[in-house]
């Protein structure tokens, strides 16, 4: 426990802080205090005073750092906020939804659940308890949640919509269709909506959406970054009626729309990369494995072949898959940011030993009580070396694929939330190509023995000579269900959703030849880093 001389000086912190105009630190002083010591009558007033005055300025700071995609400021301010205003119902929510962006579902979930404990038909909240839940595999528990609140409103435009998402995800596209064509009848001009019922069907002549998406498309901005999605969903439609010029010409606009819309810049990309290769230019310090779970990492360039591999390891027993996590990114997230603002950039024990404590505080908030859990979040390749120094028990299984597959795959969907923002611009996606090659050579040569390389295209040539190597270099146990990832019976959250539900086949690899004669910007994008196709 803190002694008095602490509280003192947290004490004095905290009005140097508030003289200073520092919102966010002041109130995480006071906090901190009565986190300890509830009833510290100095800290409680001294919160009390702060109240009024750091409120709206911690809620300002919040929505400016939400406008710059810091995530992480976002949340530190919202939850002082919070802190500071317990009964304000839209601050907890605001905080809920950006721990949703940031991926960090079971901290949603709990703020969420908070909210319902005194408003239990709050249609926000249940919709964030709904999607909290899905991101965490409750497939059952998700959809009572949604049905909840659909029964409470059951026009209710974006609980159909986490519905549809979850009836996609378990499978059911009949189901996750009638969920989109009754939000998009409310909502006829929102074009996320109309990209999310285009990927649930299927197109024939006859298909009354295509229409409607003409109209809209006709009605609406060609400059507006919101119709983004509209573009997408035009693209897929067309695609597979076989009307392929115009197709890539509406999937050109989405992309160069959906880049305007996210502002990306691929030096936000490139720093953390250059800071982790930095940090790890010298050897240093791998922790003691003494954990009860054993993580497997996924990792490798998006539509790489990430969520086959997921359900292939899938059907080994004691393993739960997970999807696409957080856990690795927000935590070495922050402690990069920690590491940045020091004299010496350097990791020290320390810092290890907490980040090890945060992933596996973080990973079993997702694990249901089997020793095995799996997370496919691709771009986890960038955060090897921390999981290697960290998390010595776990297993790193890296998938590459063609360059130009990948490419292709990317470019060709728009993906939700922000992380992936090189996709849309065929000049970025070689450059983060060949980033990615070149890290993992980095990583590689620091770490020989602790990365497990699948090449995709062998893969599905070869699955039961792959499939069995693999099995040995995960220490799980193989069995003919491993060769029939198609039974699986996970959620599917990614674009994968469809083609993962098919047995294991490769044709997927020369999809980008239908449209080789309209790939030119994307072709010589490649070849001028390096890539042949």
């Known amino acids: 426990m803190l002694a008095e001389g602490?509280?003192?000086?947290?004490?004095?912190?905290?009005?140097?802080?508030?003289?200073?105009k520092d919102w966010l630190s002041a109130t995480r002083c006071y906090q901190s205090i009565l986190g300890r010591y509830p009833k510290n009558a100095r800290a409680r007033h001294g919160l009390a005073e702060l109240r009024p005055v750091a409120l709206p300025e911690l809620i300002k700071s919040a929505q400016a750092?939400?406008?710059?995609?810091?995530?992480?400021?976002?949340?530190?301010?919202?939850?002082?906020?919070?802190?500071?205003?317990?009964?304000?119902?839209?601050?907890?929510?605001?905080?809920?939804?950006?721990?949703?962006?940031?991926?960090?579902?079971?901290?949603?979930?709990?703020?969420?659940?908070?909210?319902?404990?005194?408003?239990?038909?709050?249609?926000?909240?249940?919709?964030?308890?709904?999607?909290?839940?899905?991101?965490?595999?409750?497939?059952?528990?998700?959809?009572?949640?949604?049905?909840?609140?659909?029964?409470?409103?059951?026009?209710?435009?974006?609980?159909?919509?986490?519905?549809?998402?979850?009836?996609?995800?378990?499978?059911?596209?009949?189901?996750?269709?009638?969920?989109?064509?009754?939000?998009?009848?409310?909502?006829?001009?929102?074009?996320?909506?109309h990209r999310n019922l285009a990927y649930a069907i299927t197109y024939v002549d006859d298909e009354p959406h295509l229409e409607e998406m003409k109209e809209l498309l006709a009605a609406s901005n060609p400059s507006d970054p919101d119709m983004a999605p509209l573009y997408f969903a035009m693209f897929k439609a067309l695609d597979e009626l076989g009307a392929r010029a115009e197709a890539f010409a509406l999937l050109e606009q989405g992309n160069r729309l959906a880049k305007t819309g996210l502002q990306y810049d691929f030096q936000r990309d490139a720093i953390p990369y250059a800071l982790s290769r930095r940090l790890f230019e010298h050897p240093v310090e791998t922790l003691e494995a003494d954990g009860?779970?054993?993580?497997?990492?996924?990792?490798?360039?998006?539509?790489?072949?990430?969520?086959?591999?997921?359900?292939?390891?899938?059907?080994?027993?004691?393993?739960?898959?997970?999807?696409?996590?957080?856990?690795?990114?927000?935590?070495?997230?922050?402690l990069l940011q920690d590491v940045m603002s020091r004299d010496q950039k350097s990791l020290k024990r320390p810092?290890?030993?907490?980040?090890?404590?945060?992933?596996?505080?973080?990973?079993?908030?997702?694990?249901?009580?089997?020793?095995?859990?799996?997370?496919?979040?691709?771009?986890?390749?960038?955060?090897?070396?921390?999981?290697?120094?960290?998390?010595?028990?776990?297993?790193?299984?890296?998938?590459?694929?063609?360059?130009?597959?990948?490419?292709?795959?990317?470019?060709?969907?728009?993906?939700?939330?922000?992380?992936?923002g090189f996709a849309y611009d065929p000049a970025d996606i070689a450059r983060y190509l060949v980033m990615h090659d070149e890290l993992m050579a980095f990583w590689r040569s620091r770490f020989p023995d602790g990365i497990i390389d699948v090449q995709y295209d062998t893969l599905v040539a070869d699955p039961l000579g792959v499939t069995q190597d693999l099995a040995k270099a995960v220490g799980l146990e193989w069995t003919p269900d491993w060769l029939e990832p198609e039974r699986a019976d996970t959620l599917v959250l990614t674009a994968s959703s469809e083609q993962v539900r098919q047995s294991i086949y490769g044709g997927s690899s020369g999809a980008w030849r239908a449209y080789q004669d309209h790939l030119s910007s994307l072709l010589s994008a490649l070849d001028a880093v390096g890539f042949r196709h």
């Open 65 to 193: 750092a939400r406008s710059e995609g810091n995530w992480i400021k976002v949340e530190d301010n919202l939850y002082a906020a919070a802190g500071l205003a317990p009964q304000l119902t839209d601050v907890h929510l605001a905080l809920a939804n950006c721990r949703l962006e940031m991926g960090r579902a079971p901290a949603a979930l709990r703020v969420a659940e908070r909210v319902l404990q005194s408003e239990p038909d709050h249609i926000e909240a249940l919709n964030i308890k709904g999607r909290a839940l899905r991101e965490m595999s409750k497939s059952e528990a998700s959809e009572a949640c949604l049905r909840h609140a659909l029964n409470r409103d059951p026009k209710n435009p974006k609980t159909l919509n986490n519905l549809g998402i979850l009836k996609r995800a378990q499978g059911d596209r009949t189901a996750a269709a009638d969920c989109f064509r009754r939000a998009a009848r409310i909502e006829p001009d929102n074009a996320v909506l």
């Open 351 to 420: 810092d290890l030993e907490h980040l090890r404590e945060t992933l596996l505080d973080d990973l079993s908030d997702y694990s249901d009580g089997r020793p095995v859990i799996i997370d496919k979040m691709p771009l986890n390749f960038r955060w090897i070396g921390f999981i290697r120094a960290v998390l010595p028990e776990a297993k790193v299984v890296h998938v590459s694929r063609s360059p130009i597959a990948v490419a292709w795959s990317l470019y060709r969907h728009m993906f939700t939330g922000t992380g992936i």
């Open 292 to 334: 009860a779970l054993t993580p497997i990492f996924i990792t490798g360039l998006p539509r790489s072949g990430t969520t086959l591999l997921e359900r292939i390891l899938s059907r080994a027993t004691g393993v739960q898959p997970c999807g696409e996590l957080t856990v690795v990114q927000s935590a070495v997230g922050r």
């Open 6 to 20: 602490s509280v003192d000086s947290s004490l004095a912190r905290a009005r140097q802080a508030a003289k200073a």
